[in-house]
């Protein structure tokens, strides 16, 4: 095939992914306003989303045949399919990111905007977007390399006999691949790292740039306005945005401006405040139509269920928790490595900026990779010499183990990355005064500081582990002659029911899953951001009154 | 012959700098120096203050003094041997105050003793210590986000002395306290930089505020010009305690003006 059509198929790939971000940076800002303002919408968003990120993307296909493309149909179905799906990569963190970076907005910022009654269209513009904007910059890294490492099963999908596609790099390695048509598969992987590397290099510049802007006194320096930084007219209109804040901030401290200042803003009106009224009202009314509609729904399908079907999954329930504690001590393991990497490299790339420049698209361009598409050859490579030193069982996990660990080692790794970045200038400086070695660092300041950075990447990488574990527990074969196959895990369960045709038997163990993870969000995720907000804002350690 | 041993010993101890620095110049971009050809001395029992106008690099100079930023040219020494890398016996008190957010204030004290590698209860012992010097008995187990300002620039002073510093930097540490407050401080920390329970020997002070420079320095360099120098060295030679309402203070106050705009004008 052409190597043109190669490239533009990688253009539109990437052109695909980047709008999905986009979309899911405007839409999670929304959603995190939302749940920091109303502690019943929290209390649901924050499991919806941990559940909605750990169901691979695979697991949406029936949902995709079903609203898209019997309900649109075409190629525009097809297309909308494909984008939901793209979508479900990169969200989840970019909205988990975002609300927070909401919620870890310094208090006496918030007293400001609450000070001066601004509304939420300013307080969003001036306040909590400038705030998230390292920490959704830190998420753009990983979101972009999730997309890409779905992009084989998001741009092209099977639902029964029938394959869907549309334009798309992903498409391309699904078919050249099928084809055996090794030669084009690596000039696709070449263009990958071309785009991915290209990508990389652009989110490293901005995410220097928002560091240096948007965290309270970071080591990093601004970039000044130069005819070639004039291209990033988005950042600038960022910028703006925080000469705002500091704005209001002077004007509260300078009081002949009060006046005028108060003029402007003025106290909440009677229209503002029913407005208020009315929006937590709509809100509260929302809640309780969806939480109706999801009882209601629950309650049919659980009665169209027959007797015997239930005793069927009562009676594997205990199989079932045993495989699913197989499966998070898999994703334990994958977290354990993951944070090892991401405080080992990602504070050297931290702290060195040529490395970063260096290093940062490597790291990018592996995580960005998509692995089930050069998996195979990994296997082929290493299989026989597993097979000659170590139990089919340990070689399987390794396997199983490698492939969870490049679906989400990335999100707790740029997470930390950007939060040292941001840890202030002040802090170093006394890191540096009081010669502290590389473990105080770390334990004392480095880690607490860029606590909730961590929360959200090890909630991402938690969540996003079992892509890569479901992927690798069952993969019939793999190479053409072998299979991958774990003796236990849930994910291999699902893996062989659904192949089976038992989809009720996936369905039941994916629902005692989605609890158990709707219980970690709320015990894990938001527990530990209100702890984040309570403590670890590094930003309320530099006080300058 | 103790008459000849006393005048030696104060001839040496008015020689011999405790903190010196000789032609420290500092630049951003290699094209242009913030300041250049800076060389000054502090001697022991001695406060130096450094004024300027605004961007004339007073912070930065004070950060290469303690080589937490390093210098673009020239070299530092303290007691005659040449600094090359931060250290505890350069102690900096930062403009914006810095204090950990998710340490207590005696845990924010203790970091600094964490490289000198003493026993726990030692540290706290110390640490205890030094916050009941600056006044913050009874707080050690408050968060920074619990005290005001000056409580917490106390912190921030308290971990510095806890690092038993020969040499205090201080970047302008009372500019975001109530003029109440911040006279307190002032005091305090004159008390505390002489203070013989202290291992201090000197401190260099930056600040805009010229009475605060008047009322705490013995010595006072002034910085100026594009890129800065040092155009003036004005010793302070007032009796302590010094009262702000008596001429000879308003004299130097002027003094100090007159270097600071004649330069200006310039």
Same mark, same amino acid.
């Given at each position: 095939?052409?190597?043109?059509?190669?490239?533009?198929?990688?253009? =539109?790939?990437?052109?695909?992914?980047?709008?999905?971000?986009?979309?899911? #940076?405007?839409?999670?800002? =929304?959603?995190?306003?939302?749940?920091?303002?109303?502690?019943?919408?929290?209390? =649901?968003?924050?499991?919806?989303? /941990?559940?909605?990120?750990?169901?691979?993307?695979?697991?949406?296909?029936? #949902?995709?045949?079903?609203?898209?493309?019997?309900?649109?149909?075409?190629?525009?179905?097809?297309?909308?399919?494909?984008?939901?799906?793209?979508?479900?990569?990169?969200?989840?963190?970019?909205?988990?990111?975002?609300?927070? @970076?909401?919620?870890?907005?310094?208090?006496?910022?918030?007293?400001?905007?609450? *000070?001066?009654?601004?509304?939420?269209?300013?307080?969003?513009?001036?306040?909590?977007?400038?705030?998230?904007?390292?920490?959704?910059?830190?998420?753009?890294?990983?979101?972009? =390399?999730?997309?890409?490492?779905?992009?084989?099963?998001?741009? #092209?999908?099977?639902?029964?006999?029938?394959?869907?596609?549309?334009?798309?790099?992903?498409?391309?390695?699904?078919?050249?691949?099928?084809?055996?048509?090794?030669? /084009?598969?690596?000039?696709?992987?070449?263009?990958?790292?071309?785009?991915?590397?290209?990508?990389?290099?652009?989110?490293?510049?901005?995410?220097?740039?928002?560091? @240096?802007?948007?965290?309270?006194?970071?080591?990093?320096?601004?970039?000044?306005?130069?005819?070639?930084?004039?291209?990033?007219?988005?950042?600038?209109?960022?910028?703006?945005?925080?000469?705002?804040?500091?704005?209001?901030?002077?004007?509260?401290?300078?009081?002949?401006?009060?006046?005028?200042?108060?003029?402007?803003?003025?106290?909440?009106?009677?229209?503002?405040?029913?407005?208020?009224?009315?929006?937590?009202?709509?809100?509260?009314?929302?809640?309780?139509?969806?939480?109706?509609?999801?009882?209601?729904?629950?309650?049919?399908?659980?009665?169209?269920?027959?007797?015997?079907?239930?005793?069927?999954?009562?009676?594997?329930?205990?199989?079932?928790?045993?495989?699913?504690?197989?499966?998070?001590?898999?994703?334990?393991?994958?977290?354990?490595?993951?944070?090892?990497?991401?405080?080992?490299?990602?504070?050297?790339?931290?702290?060195?900026?040529?490395?970063?420049?260096?290093?940062?698209?490597?790291?990018?361009?592996?995580?960005?990779?998509?692995?089930? @598409?050069?998996?195979?050859?990994?296997?082929?490579?290493?299989?026989?010499?597993?097979?000659?030193?170590?139990?089919?069982?340990?070689?399987?996990?390794?396997?199983?183990?490698?492939?969870?660990?490049?679906?989400?080692?990335?999100?707790?790794?740029?997470?930390?990355?950007?939060?040292?970045?941001?840890?202030?200038?002040?802090?170093?400086?006394?890191?540096?005064?009081?010669?502290?070695?590389?473990?105080?660092?770390?334990?004392?300041?480095?880690?607490?500081?860029?606590?909730?950075?961590?929360?959200?990447?090890?909630?991402?990488?938690? *969540?996003?582990?079992?892509?890569?574990?479901?992927?690798?527990?069952?993969?019939? *074969?793999?190479?053409?002659?072998?299979?991958?196959?774990?003796?236990?895990?849930?994910?291999?369960?699902?893996?062989?029911?659904?192949?089976?045709?038992?989809?009720?038997?996936?369905?039941?163990?994916?629902?005692?899953?989605?609890?158990?993870?709707?219980?970690?969000?709320?015990?894990?995720?938001? /527990?530990?951001?209100?702890? @984040?907000?309570?403590?670890? #804002?590094?930003?309320?350690?530099?006080?300058?009154? | 012959?103790?008459?000849?041993?006393?005048?030696?010993?104060?001839?040496? &101890?008015?020689?011999?700098? &405790?903190?010196?620095?000789?032609?420290?110049?500092?630049?951003?971009?290699?094209?242009?120096?913030?300041?250049?050809?800076?060389?000054?001395?502090?001697?022991?029992?001695?406060?130096?203050?450094?004024?300027?106008?605004?961007?004339?690099?007073?912070?930065?100079?004070?950060?290469?003094?303690?080589?937490?930023?390093?210098?673009?040219?020239?070299?530092?020494?303290?007691?005659?041997?040449?600094?090359?890398?931060?250290?505890?016996?350069?102690?900096?008190?930062?403009?914006?105050?810095?204090?950990?957010?998710?340490?207590?204030?005696?845990?924010?004290?203790?970091?600094?003793?964490?490289?000198?590698?003493?026993?726990?209860?030692?540290?706290?012992?110390?640490?205890?210590?030094?916050?009941?010097?600056?006044?913050?008995?009874?707080?050690? !187990?408050?968060?920074?986000?619990?005290?005001?300002?000056?409580?917490?620039?106390?912190?921030?002073?308290?971990?510095?002395?806890?690092?038993?510093?020969?040499?205090?930097?201080?970047?302008?540490?009372?500019?975001?306290?109530?003029?109440?407050?911040?006279?307190?401080?002032?005091?305090?920390?004159? !008390?505390?930089?002489?203070?013989?329970?202290?291992?201090?020997?000197?401190?260099?002070?930056?600040?805009?505020?010229?009475?605060?420079?008047?009322?705490?320095?013995?010595?006072?360099?002034?910085? *100026?010009?594009?890129?800065?120098?040092?155009?003036?060295?004005?010793?302070?030679?007032?009796?302590?305690?010094?009262?702000?309402?008596?001429?000879?203070?308003?004299?130097?106050?002027?003094?100090?003006?007159?270097?600071?705009?004649?330069?200006?004008?310039?």
């Amino acid at each position: 095939m052409d190597i043109t059509i190669i490239a533009l198929a990688t253009v =539109a790939t990437i052109g695909r992914i980047l709008l999905l971000m986009l979309l899911s #940076v405007l839409s999670g800002w =929304a959603l995190a306003y939302l749940a920091v303002k109303s502690r019943s919408f929290e209390n =649901a968003y924050v499991p919806l989303v /941990n559940v909605m990120e750990s169901i691979p993307v695979i697991a949406f296909l029936p #949902v995709v045949l079903l609203i898209f493309i019997q309900g649109i149909g075409g190629a525009l179905g097809v297309e909308v399919a494909v984008d939901f799906l793209v979508f479900d990569a990169v969200s989840w963190n970019i909205w988990i990111g975002a609300y927070q @970076a909401f919620k870890t907005v310094p208090e006496h910022l918030l007293e400001v905007s609450e *000070n001066y009654s601004l509304s939420f269209g300013r307080r969003m513009l001036k306040l909590y977007i400038p705030h998230s904007i390292p920490r959704v910059i830190s998420n753009l890294f990983s979101s972009f =390399a999730d997309a890409f490492f779905y992009i084989t099963v998001s741009e #092209v999908f099977t639902v029964g006999v029938n394959t869907y596609q549309t334009f798309g790099i992903g498409t391309l390695i699904a078919l050249f691949t099928r084809q055996g048509d090794i030669i /084009n598969v690596y000039y696709s992987l070449a263009c990958i790292a071309v785009g991915v590397i290209a990508v990389t290099m652009l989110l490293t510049t901005m995410s220097r740039h928002s560091v @240096a802007k948007y965290s309270v006194d970071s080591t990093l320096e601004i970039i000044h306005r130069s005819p070639a930084s004039r291209r990033f007219r988005a950042i600038d209109v960022f910028r703006s945005r925080t000469r705002y804040i500091s704005r209001y901030a002077r004007r509260i401290t300078h009081p002949t401006r009060r006046g005028r200042f108060e003029g402007e803003a003025g106290a909440p009106t009677p229209i503002r405040h029913l407005l208020t009224v009315a929006a937590k009202s709509l809100t509260f009314c929302m809640g309780i139509v969806v939480l109706v509609y999801l009882v209601y729904s629950s309650l049919m399908i659980a009665f169209a269920v027959p007797g015997d079907t239930w005793r069927t999954f009562l009676t594997s329930t205990p199989y079932l928790l045993y495989s699913m504690g197989a499966d998070y001590l898999r994703v334990l393991v994958v977290t354990a490595a993951a944070f090892g990497v991401a405080i080992s490299i990602g504070y050297v790339l931290a702290t060195h900026h040529r490395a970063s420049l260096m290093l940062a698209p490597v790291v990018q361009a592996v995580s960005a990779f998509p692995a089930p @598409a050069y998996f195979p050859l990994v296997f082929i490579a290493t299989y026989p010499f597993f097979t000659a030193t170590l139990p089919a069982a340990y070689s399987t996990e390794i396997y199983v183990f490698t492939l969870g660990f490049l679906s989400c080692f990335y999100y707790i790794f740029f997470d930390f990355w950007i939060g040292v970045q941001a840890i202030p200038t002040q802090f170093w400086e006394v890191m540096h005064n009081y010669e502290l070695g590389w473990r105080s660092r770390m334990r004392r300041i480095i880690l607490p500081g860029t606590f909730p950075y961590l929360v959200t990447g090890l909630s991402s990488t938690i *969540n996003s582990a079992w892509a890569g574990i479901e992927i690798g527990e069952f993969w019939p *074969n793999i190479d053409g002659t072998h299979s991958l196959e774990v003796r236990d895990g849930m994910m291999k369960y699902i893996g062989v029911n659904m192949a089976s045709g038992h989809v009720e038997n996936a369905a039941w163990v994916s629902l005692i899953f989605a609890i158990v993870v709707a219980i970690y969000g709320i015990v894990f995720t938001r /527990n530990l951001m209100d702890l @984040a907000r309570k403590k670890y #804002v590094v930003e309320e350690g530099v006080y300058a009154a | 012959m103790s008459a000849v041993t006393t005048s030696e010993n104060f001839h040496k &101890e008015k020689t011999q700098s &405790e903190l010196e620095c000789q032609d420290l110049g500092y630049s951003y971009v290699k094209s242009r120096m913030i300041y250049e050809h800076i060389s000054l001395k502090t001697y022991e029992n001695e406060l130096v203050a450094i004024v300027g106008p605004t961007g004339c690099g007073k912070s930065t100079l004070i950060r290469n003094l303690g080589y937490l930023t390093p210098p673009t040219t020239g070299k530092v020494f303290l007691d005659g041997k040449e600094v090359s890398k931060p250290s505890s016996k350069i102690s900096l008190i930062h403009q914006s105050i810095a204090t950990f957010p998710w340490m207590t204030a005696l845990e924010n004290v203790k970091l600094s003793l964490i490289s000198k590698k003493i026993e726990p209860e030692e540290a706290n012992r110390i640490a205890s210590e030094m916050l009941e010097l600056v006044g913050l008995k009874g707080f050690g !187990d408050y968060y920074p986000k619990e005290m005001s300002g000056g409580m917490r620039q106390k912190i921030a002073i308290a971990r510095a002395l806890a690092a038993s510093p020969e040499i205090l930097l201080m970047d302008e540490p009372f500019v975001h306290l109530d003029e109440l407050t911040a006279t307190g401080m002032r005091k305090e920390v004159y !008390d505390l930089v002489f203070n013989p329970e202290t291992s201090l020997k000197s401190a260099v002070l930056v600040s805009h505020n010229l009475q605060e420079v008047v009322q705490l320095a013995d010595r006072v360099y002034v910085m *100026n010009g594009t890129p800065a120098t040092i155009v003036e060295e004005v010793k302070i030679d007032i009796p302590r305690p010094r009262s702000q309402r008596e001429p000879v203070f308003f004299n130097y106050v002027d003094r100090l003006y007159d270097h600071l705009s004649s330069s200006l004008k310039q």
